[in-house]
């Protein structure tokens, strides 16, 4: 029989520490040695899931390829470990509730009073477990979001206690991850919010194994004595996470410092193998050693909070390192562009590249900086929203259909070249009732997108609830804009592209969801390629 062992990550002091980093760099240093890993993520609010969420509450909404709408972690999961999540691999209380609510109905509790020890409890030490029964995995790595002393993470780590006790402490483990703050007037590191949160995590009836330390300067011996003393970890298990260059050099750090031989030798698993991070380590000799540096327009309208765009950001890191060149994202707020001048904004840029979104606000601004990059022929690409702006600024353009629009924005458009989808028409439910998660898409030969991806037919992952109207297509085919990638199933356009322009690609689903590490989606290589290609022609000018 297959035992899986089981790690919980918890935080303490403060939120934003990046639990998620840390578990997805141990993830990967114990993928290295030859274990099967995967990373789950429990979050404490009360959504279905974070597909209702607006992004400058909680950043991007991150979609797999069972359609399930998550948080980004679970981006970052995928990032490091190349490997897909599911539904599975994020829960909320809200869906915790939901279920223990329905049974309740259904009157799977047979009279019992329904509360949260033992209902709500157990179906979370389910939804742990659910990974571990049915993934095979040898390690589940659970990240429980929050912070330790939270009203709502009680139920969460009264669970790990419990599940602690079940499974014995050398089948599980917990991983505390705090912060010691730097007084600069004392010159010191501070350990006390540590202890105090080691001990909040104890009053609730768990011991942490490890102690992972998010500091800014090296923590000496002292500090790891006291730490040992104080918070009842060994001293070996006092782990150093000392402030990064970049989330990518977080699985070097964390192998010096040995937290994959610590976790270990706490599970009971053989260590016998180093971890393999040579094409890890490949990535960021070429990512750190540009030969070029290229700027690329990021236009949306939550660009105030980069973490709207995380996926999107990381992939065009993957995506220059193999092109050998630094990519820096010029952040463009569409609602600007609406009132300044485009060609100022955009003029120095090697690429555009026009973000995903929902709603009115800023879409004129992106039309213009579709139009600024097809007539400058600029690489773009536009996604999601992005692709259906380039159809409306084609069919405004080139077409004379001045009013053209997507009926998202206007409702009485009398050219709604983007329509809501068909399937979409009886939805009235907000959550979960998008086109989500992976579909199939056949790719005309010889297309830009063909060659880039050096296939014929693709899977991708959507979130949306327009589509290209259909009735359209042959007209805008007709004036240069071709539609090279369309659903088998149901004839939706799912990319086109526009004739006589370098690099000129809009995609209805999310690229941006698949790039991981060692794998650099071949869309944004070439979309990178091709600005890289604009860069050197404008420098020789
Ligand atoms: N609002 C658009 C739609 O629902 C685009 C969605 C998106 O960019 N993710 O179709």
Redesign the pocket.
Known sequence: MHHTKYIFVTGGVTSSLGKGIIAASLAKLLQGKGYSVTIQKLDPYLNVDPGTLNPYEHGECYVTDDGAETDLDLGHYERFLDTPTSQANNVTTGRIYQSVINKERKGEYLGKTVQIIPHITDEIKERIQILGKTGNYDIVITEIGGTIGDIESLPYVEAVRQLLWDLGRENAIVIHLTLLPYLPTSGELKTKPTQHSVKMLMQSGVSPDVLVCRTQYNIGDEIRNKLALFCNVEKQAIIESIDAETIYDVPGLMLEEGLDKVVLSKLHLPNNVVSDLSKWNEFLTKFKNPKHEINIALIGKYVELHDAYKSIVESTIHAGAANDVKVNIKWIHSEDLEVDQVPDILNDMHGVLVA???GNRGIEGKIKAVQYARENKIPFLGI??GM?MAVIEYSRNMLGFIDANST?MDANTSHPVIDLMKSQKEVTDKGGT?RLGAWKCNLTPNSIVSKAYKKDSIEERH????EFNNDYLAQLEKAGMKATGINPETNLVEIVEVENHPWFVGVQYHPEYKSTVLNPHPLFIDFIKASLEHYLVENEK
């Open positions: 995903p979104g929902f999601c929203l259906q998202e998008m979130r949306h609830r327009y």
